[in-house]
């Protein structure tokens, strides 16, 4: 048997390590468009310093995951307190927002608090995430932070988007919010209290450990461009930019919207529903200046519509490696889509509005010198669940698994996954498939 994964990043790796034990399983090849593999989790370098698309860290509530996680990296990782702060007002106030109210200015801490303790909307079973906050937060938190940022991030209104993304986020109770006020500054989500990162080469170390495991039946093509798929009586056919190939089974990692439009004799309402999903690209500058103003802190976040990031991480924050000397190395993100107005800036607009950015929130003065920078852009960011998400991806997932088709990963399956939320999807996926393949061997 031979199977095909079409995508080299993360979800297509570690797919690819969970399969090579299996007997049945003879050949297994990797697709990937780009140079190198790793997806979202490639990493680059300016001057010697590693950056990541987007900070990325180690951690889970699924300790067994955890644990694998670091055991690929055998050593070459460091645990970091996190410390993230939301830029409000010229004051950096605590992550999350509600637990560190007594840092903001007393007119936006009053109605806070006030419309928490006399909510309107708590009675109402919320249907969108706008409704959410409201029903969860009050119109304070909501309309001071979580709208604003919100609306800067996904470049969608709130109303528009359902639940996934803040479902589970619990309602705090009320004297938390009280002592938030007063000054008891609370810590949140405490599973990603501590983080994980590699010391050495950014996150793309996890991708190498990756690669360093795979079987010699593992075989990686990169720079190859997938162009159409074409299910046969014995499997698939895969054309790509340089040739044709044949394999037993397919696993796809691409954007699932890009597999609509390229698998031959889909009908037109999966290339429809594929077309209407939606996701956010993202370009991320990294700058490297002369003074610092973040102290120690890791990531910042700013709903401020004036400023044209929605997020500045200081990468120095990370460990030594990632730190030159005299100088603090800042990612800076921006979101967008295509044929938006900041799809169309050139890069020295982009840097330009980042620097004018980092001055309004007074991470630059007169004084502070851009020593270096660069920008790149990335097409696939954010998966976007707007209201008909659900619907969309339910009718696209029924397809191809009638096709026999599976889908894996962010984009494979348009969800917003973690890294160890596609780890352990992998994992189970890769039980999915050893079974199927043994029933077909033994039939």
């Not at 300016?46 to 996680?69: A, C, Q, R």
């Not at 979580?146 to 109770?173: A, C, H, T």
Request: aromatic content about 12%; some cysteine; hydrophobic content about 35%.
């Amino acid at each position: 048997m031979k199977v095909t994964i079409l995508g080299g990043g993360l979800a297509g790796l570690s797919l690819a390590y969970f399969l090579q034990d299996e007997e049945a399983i003879r050949e297994i090849e990797i697709i990937e468009k780009e140079a190198t593999c790793g997806g979202l989790c490639r990493s680059f370098s300016l001057d010697g310093v590693y950056w990541d698309i987007g900070p990325h860290i180690l951690f889970s509530k699924n300790e067994e995951t955890l644990d694998f996680m670091l055991r690929l990296l055998n050593g070459n990782n460091a645990k970091i307190r996190r410390s993230n702060r939301i830029l409000h007002s010229g004051r950096k106030v605590q992550y999350p927002f509600e637990n560190d109210l007594s840092k903001l200015p007393e007119d936006d801490r009053e109605f806070c608090v006030n419309a928490f303790l006399n909510n309107p909307y708590e009675d109402y079973n919320p249907a969108n995430m706008l409704q959410f906050f409201l029903h969860t937060f009050g119109e304070g938190i909501t309309n001071l932070y979580l709208r604003p940022y919100n609306e800067k991030i996904w470049k969608f209104d709130p109303s528009f988007l359902d639940l996934q993304m803040v479902g589970r986020i619990p309602k705090p109770p009320r004297e938390d919010i009280i002592n938030s006020a007063s000054g008891q500054t609370l810590d949140g989500y405490l599973h990603q209290l501590y983080f994980h990162y590699p010391m050495q080469g950014g996150i793309q170390a996890l991708v190498h450990a990756f690669a360093d495991c795979l079987d010699k039946k593992i075989s990686i093509s990169t720079g190859e461009s997938m162009i159409s798929v074409q299910k046969t009586d014995d499997g698939f056919i895969i054309e790509t930019n340089s040739r044709n190939l044949t394999s037993n089974h397919l696993i796809s990692t691409i954007p699932v919207n890009e597999l609509c439009m390229q698998y031959s004799g889909a009908p037109d309402s999966i290339q429809a529903a594929g077309d209407c999903l939606r996701y956010n690209s993202i370009a991320v500058i990294i700058m490297q200046l002369s003074k610092d103003f973040a102290g120690d802190n890791f990531a910042f976040m700013i709903a401020d519509k004036n400023v044209i990031f929605h997020r500045i991480s200081k990468i120095d924050f990370l460990g030594q490696a990632y730190h030159k000397e005299n100088t603090v190395t800042l990612m800076i993100e921006i979101t967008y889509r295509k044929n938006d107005i900041i799809s169309k800036y050139t890069d020295d607009e982009l840097i330009n509005k980042a620097i004018d950015g980092l001055h309004k929130v007074r991470f630059m003065d007169s004084d502070t010198v851009v020593i270096n920078s660069t920008v790149k852009r990335f097409d696939y960011a954010y998966v976007v669940y707007d209201l008909m998400h659900k619907s969309n991806m339910e009718r696209i997932r029924n397809y191809f698994t009638g096709q026999g088709v599976y889908l894996n990963g962010r984009f494979g399956n348009f969800e917003y996954l973690n890294m160890d939320a596609v780890i352990d999807e992998s994992r189970k996926l890769s039980v999915q498939i050893k079974d199927s393949i043994r029933k077909e061997v033994f039939k």
